[in-house]
């Protein structure tokens, strides 16, 4: 992977969403709140991918920030950038032909730098989300294990895939749909928590040639995290009861 030519657009896009946000508050006179959050997250692999993919969710981080930009009442689009952490891990058990017991897995891992668009609906205290994201992988490995289980003992070999980094799609784009509890704590900032679900709308397989080389993400997020308020600009929070 060219890790240094995805950095580069990473930043760039990063940059980007700051210029247009500050933009936006400063001409527009558009109300945009800037927010911090992070969080774990449960990700698969899903296709029928056999070499990587056994429906086996993997752990990983979550972190950004983000500006909530105000449409209209209650309304509001929120952009940012985040890293965040997703792929998928597979496991088999099986016996060999000495009887002995095996276990085989693959921890799939893709670090993404990922941009959502999103439209929010306050409902109160309560909030939607829905929307779309793309995202560009910063890194990616994929990792072997081959256990094997005596009476007393056990040992294993282990490696990496060089190929999943080679078939891998570094780009991929989806949906995302979320809800969560926003709650005003002082004047100066809410704090919320959140929890979504993200899809990707293809394969990021480089070049599938047929449905036993698709993958697409499959990511859950719960995060937490605060929302910080202009002192000219502060959400009046009296409107959201």
């Known amino acids: 992977m060219e890790n240094k030519n995805i950095y580069k657009i990473s930043i760039k896009l990063f940059l980007l969403i700051i210029v247009i946000s500050i933009s936006t508050n400063s001409y527009a006179q558009v109300k945009s709140f800037m927010g911090f959050t992070a969080g774990g997250s449960v990700s698969q692999l899903s296709g029928d991918n056999n070499k990587y993919n056994r429906d086996i969710y993997r752990k990983g ?47 799939n891992q893709i670090d993404y730098v990922m941009f959502p668009i999103i439209w929010k ?20 490995k994929s990792a ?13 070999i282990s490696g990496n895939y060089k190929s999943f980094t080679h078939e891998l799609r570094l780009y991929d ?3 995302f749909f979320g809800m969560g509890y926003q709650k005003p704590i002082t004047d100066n900032f809410d704090f919320f928590v959140n929890l979504s679900y993200r899809f990707g709308f293809f394969s990021i397989e480089n070049m599938p040639e047929s449905s036993a080389d698709i993958m697409k993400n499959r990511v859950f997020t719960l995060n937490a995290g605060i929302i910080l308020f202009n ?3 502060r959400y009046a929070r009296k409107k959201r009861r």
Request: charged share 20%.
């Open 173 to 175: 784009f989806g949906g």
């Open 121 to 140: 609906q306050q409902w109160g205290d309560v909030f939607t989300q829905i929307g779309v994201y793309g995202e560009v992988a910063i890194n990616a």
């Open 144 to 156: 072997w294990k081959r256990e094997y289980f005596y009476a007393d003992s056990m040992e294993y």
């Open 61 to 107: 981080v979550y972190a950004g920030v983000f500006w909530d930009i105000y449409l209209e009442y209650q309304n509001t689009l929120e952009v940012g950038g985040f890293y965040t952490q997703q792929g998928g891990i597979k496991k088999l058990e099986y016996n060999d032909a000495g009887g002995k017991k095996v276990v085989y897995s693959v921890n």
């Open 231 to 233: 002192k000219d600009k």
